[in-house]
Antibody, heavy 120, light 107 residues
């Protein structure tokens, strides 16, 4: 059974960098059948797609966040990561990592989510 | 960007009855639409993909329909565990977008 787990600081100061890691178990992130994705959800609001990264390391970012973000893979640890620079209170949200199947483009497995609060 | 609009925002239905949730896309997304269920404190769960295909393990009382810009999720014979928030998700192209959600509550 595939499982994803987010980890990272729960509190980030304004203007600093948000860093999250997703550890994947039960399957390899190098399998060519999946993209590895980040989605976020501010409290009481809907979901926002942040971006995805393929097994070759090529990312695709939401244009609204592109200038501030980067994603990467660590195949030795079976992890992928998100960095979001220059954060503001508007970046406060639950951040989910998820697996996106290449063929169906469905987000079929999700992590439990990590709450990140931006506050001084 | 394709904007997804869900209606109603909140739907009150009695257990055992049928709930009908709607999702409208600002531009055609073909059949490339999924529905997710989310319960408090939990990650979303994939219910329906390709507009009408149930994901593995999803009960038959969940059904999806539609194509292009108009989509519907129907939940028949509502069970207590079905009361949750439902999101639609379009994946027609690389920029995925989600609806704002419909909260299905017990009447």
């Amino acid at each position: 059974q595939v499982q994803l787990q987010e980890s990272g600081p729960g509190l980030v100061k304004p203007s600093q960098t948000l860093s999250l890691t997703c550890t994947v178990s039960g399957g390899s992130i190098t399998t060519g059948s999946f993209f590895w994705s980040w989605i976020r959800q501010p409290a009481g609001k809907g979901l926002e797609w942040i971006g995805r990264i393929y097994t070759d390391g090529s990312p695709t970012y939401n244009p609204s966040l592109k200038s501030r973000m980067s994603m990467s893979l660590d195949t030795s640890k079976n992890q992928f990561s998100l960095k979001l620079n220059s954060v503001t209170a508007a970046d406060t949200a639950v951040y989910y990592c998820a697996r996106l199947e290449v063929t169906s483009l469905n987000l079929d497995y999700w992590g439990q989510g990590a709450l990140v609060t931006v506050s001084s | 960007e394709v904007v997804m609009t869900q209606s109603p925002a909140t739907l009150s239905v009695s257990p055992g009855e049928t709930a009908t949730l709607s999702c409208r896309a600002s531009h055609s997304v073909g059949p490339n639409l999924a529905w997710y269920q989310q319960k408090p404190g939990q990650a979303p769960r994939l219910l329906i993909y390709a507009a009408s295909t149930r994901a593995t393990g999803v009960p038959a009382r969940f059904s999806g329909s539609g194509s292009g810009t108009e989509f519907t999720l129907t939940i028949s014979s509502l069970q207590s565990e079905d009361f949750a928030v439902y999101f639609c998700h379009q994946y027609n192209g690389w920029l995925n977008t989600f609806g704002q959600g419909t909260k299905l509550e017990i009447k």
